[in-house]
């Protein structure tokens, strides 16, 4: 399957970027001044410590939070300057997530789940039951999230992604639920798709270990970038 | 305060929006009870009050002399709560004649009431239209003055016996007789009240002229002849008497069996008072004991009516205490951890609840003082120490309410604080089917009660009392337990197995992931459903009783009262002034029709006898098909006209006198030129059994041209008409233009008032507009908290969606739809529970109303108000989600675990 139609320098962007919550007095800025680009296929990770702004970083990507100031950039355009319903498409059409509790729709089983986002992505021809298959799930292709277990349900966010034809696959702390057994295979099912994929991976995480299974690694300290490189 | 009820307050101020939601859930559930009892409280008052008013004789205590009867008068007088106390006498008179100037004139039997001075000060049996009371004076009654064609200043002569010799007295004046049935009721204390026929003709002179010039030419009735008089109309002696009249004050402030206790306490202290002297007959106490029972039933029916409403209200406020079950779970967990008991966790609900109760309680107050100033008309008769009562229930009531939403919508997070690893158990209910049997018991006893007619009505010789077994009430109460608790055991199975055929096996399109969806919430629908399906079908059920009861209420008033306005008028007045023809180019009246109101005595009975216009009387007035045996309204009005002497005659007298139609019946009218009553021959034209204006059975119908020819009568005395308008706006035109003419005007509305209070005592157009007010408004609400609750709980989810890219309008699908789905399936259900319950209702009031009810009267436009109150809560709450989908912040929500 080939999910990128395109090769260019940066896929996604943030510059100058500050986001805060709250206001006057209790204002906290989350990020500050962050700039940095993703290129297509590239493999990111932002490490830090919690409250360092990696999960911040991770929503402004997708648009699921608007910048204080700053602008975020994807494929080129301007993400933070589209409205609520505008980044949904730009997020259908190639931005996915996995999250921390992967964040399962509760009502729907993992076939459900996964032709759910194909059906928004616009992949028609995306079957969820190969996605599931991939990822080790034919067998629960009928299960609710519920049923699953905390590495299985990452693994159907990870088929959801897929099914979405990522170009940007976001992971927020993928292991942070699992026990490190199911986390590694997790980990290793990522690592695997995404060379298979090609897609763009940025992958926060607070565990050292995990961040150095990427090629770059960009740390946060009290929402500011302070290295971007190689992991050592 | 302690901390943990700090803790609970501050929770309260955290979240304003969903505490604001909280409060005014509550403040409505709160107004509809505060409401009620406001209502309630004041119909048991006016049914008092009423009670107490509609008496024109309290007591009447039988003595044996006149020197007792002064004696016990004034010491009855002396005791609290006595208004007045009087020496009085009746006794009977054989005949009475008048030398006028066109020579003498004579009249029947009659009686007479002897009275002391001052007694028209608090006793209202008569009342003196012109003329004055003095010693050796009498006053005649109306009919009797017009009988011996007597004046003011004339002499009448009053023979006590066929055999004595008549004695002159001074005509003073005329009087208007109101309570005659009551004051000539032989008097026996052992029996009670006992109405009687009323005396044709009366007269009332002074207690010591009686005592002085009459009484000695009869014997006096004692104490041993008590029994011998006891027979209506069989009085043929003096009866010495004391009546007397309460003070009405404190008998009017509460209901009718606490003015019962009151009034039975002091007869019991006055009789006390006077040992052996007197036991009264106590008319009151009778009066009072029928409204008691009447206002047991009143308050039955309220409770049937209102309590169902409050309910579901209180339902709505443990749907909008869910709103907030995440953020208890995470207090609670919180609490838990730093050590928090079991008691602590229920400080913490219970100083919430007392913070919102109170806050509730106050604003649904004044809702509910807002309301019944607003709906009810005249008021409530509301008091700084009522108005206070009320606030304290209202806060109490919310408090209870706020408690009971509490902790139902957290006992999943209390009982896991407080006894974790307990296994999940069905409720006891459902082990034990109580659902089912509630269902299956209402059904025994509606097909128990059907099955008997419903003759748990007692209701035996056509009094307007009506005493009604309160079990029944039981049916259509268990029909609502029955089936909520069935569709809480359902929990929404029907609706999801629908669903998911709709889904398929496995959804992948937008309509099939609405269904899955739908499918695998049937527990959060059915909680949704549950409570709007309910709410629309106390709704249904309130409207459609109402609707049947007004209808009926309205059939009866017509029935009772003749047509839309009926104008009484002095004898010989309606044909000389051509009042039909005048009332008839008053504006708003559509047809009018002149009828007789006579009596004629068939055998030894006495019957009322209506002489009607068969060619315009259908115009003017509404003949129902039931009102006749054999046939139809049409046809016995045709055949009535086809036969000049013809007579429509009640079943009992055609049983009692074995008649068939075209029998020839010999009738004695009473024969207006000289007041006797001479014979007359009819023939049975038909069988009627209900007639316009008629008491029930004991009637006949005639042609009016003939019923004049034989009584030699002055013409029609009252005016049927029938109004295109209001009837009230009618009847006041009416009555300015045939006021010279000494006309009495009554209008429907009135009759209505008066028959419905009459018959049931109770005034449902109040009630019913507080509530279908209030059902309107919680159907509303209830439909915008379901969605407004629906997306509290579906946050994460719904951000999840649009994270992944879902357009907001797939996303607001998932909301709408499933309002959708309560909406109609609360509809469906509405129709179905509100029919029957009210089936039920109506069916057991079939002997409430004469005739009874043939089918539910419908009010569509109520019907159509409620479910558009619905539909309009759901859009209006759908277009907010719309709004605040827009508006969710992802980033925030997807980061909460």
Redesign the interface.
Known sequence: MSVLSTRRAELAAVRELTVA?GRSSARVEALRDVTLAIAPGESVALWGRSGSGK??LL?AL?G??APSSGEVRWLGDSLSSLD??AR??????G???V???A???????A??NV???A???GAGEVH?RELLALVGLEAK??F?PSELSGGEAQRVAIA?ALA?RAELLLCDEPTGHLDSDTGTRVLDLIERLHEAYGFALVLATHDADVAARCARLIELHDGRIVSDGRPA | MSATARLGVAGLLRTPGRTLLRVAVLAVATALLGSMLLFVGHSLRTMSAGAVRAVPLDWQGPVGSAASARRVAAGAARQPGVAQASATATAPFAGATSQGANGATSSSSGAVLAVSPGYLSGIKTFRILHGALRPGSVLLDQQMAATLQARVGGIVRLKPSPHASALPYRVGGVVLVSAPDVIFQPLNPLLGPAPAQPPANVAVMGFETFARSYAPHLRAITGGTLGASAQPGAQDAVQWQVQAQLDPRPLTGGSPASALTRATQTRNRVERSLPGQVQFVDNLGDQLTTAAGDALYAQTLYIMLAVPGALIALGLAYLAALGTVERDRRDLALLRARGASRRDLLTLAGAESVALGTLAGLVGAALAFGAVAALVSGGVGLTVGRALATVAACVVLASVGAAIARIAASADVLRAAVSEGRRERKPLWQRLYLDWLALATSGLIYWLTARTGFSAVVNPDSNPTLSLSVYMFFAPTLLWIGATLLLVRLRGRGLAWLARRLAGERASTPRGFLAASAARRGAAINRGLVLVGLLLAFGVNLGLFAATYDQQANVDAQLTLGADVVTSAPPGVAARAHLAQRIGRVPGVQATSAVDHAYAYIGPDLQDTYGIDTATFTRATTLRDSYFLGEGAASAIARLHATPDGILVGRETITDYALRPGDLLKLRVLDRRDGRFRVARFHVAGVVQEFPSAPKDSFMVANLHYLEQVTHGQGPNTIFARASGDPAGVARRVAAATRADGTQVKDIGQQTAQTVSAITTVDLSGISRIEEAFAIVLAAGAMALFVTLALAERRRELATMAALGAPLRSVGAFVWSEAAIVLGAGLALAAGLGFLLAEMLVAMLQHVFDPPPDALAVPWGFLAALAGAALAGALLATALAARGLRRLPLGRILREQ
């Open positions: 919550y999960t911040t929503h997708g699921l939070v609520v319903a949904g498409r730009a997020r259908a059409a931005i996915a997530y999250f921390q509790g964040n399962l729709l509760p009502h729907f089983t076939y459900e032709a759910f986002a059906h928004h992505a969820p292709l009928d609710l959801r979405q």
